[in-house]
């Protein structure tokens, strides 16, 4: 489809060029008394998403600002760490425990069930 001659397309164009929105929300909220609401312009070129409008017109998607003022989310590590117990739990699970056993009975297990 083309945008060129549209009076609705020409005038989000402009109004978007002019206040730069963050979001859709953002655009609504701004746009001059009397215009079409993004989805209104988007339905008139067969589209349902903001995104897909703002490609569809050849505007610059807005660049996404945490809350911190970055513009990246910050870093997640994920640390892992086994306690004592959890060695002792592998320890017992392992071959090398079952070898160590020799001839000795094995020992009591018991076993959890949900009443």
């Not at 995104?51 to 003022?69: I, K, Q």
Request: with cysteine.
């Amino acid at each position: 489809m083309t945008t060129k001659g549209n009076p609705a397309i020409d005038n989000f164009i402009e109004q978007y060029k002019k206040m730069q929105p963050r979001s859709a929300v953002e655009y609504n909220r701004q746009r001059a008394p009397g215009s079409l609401t993004w989805a209104a312009v988007a339905r008139g070129c067969g589209l349902t998403k903001w995104f897909d409008l703002l490609d569809h017109c050849g505007l610059e998607r807005p660049v996404r600002v945490y809350p911190t003022g970055r513009k990246e989310p910050k870093q997640v590590y994920i640390v892992h760490s086994t306690s004592d117990l959890e060695e002792r739990l592998a320890y017992l699970d392992s071959q090398e425990y079952w070898d160590s056993l020799g001839d000795e009975k094995i020992p009591f297990v018991p076993r959890v069930t949900n009443t």
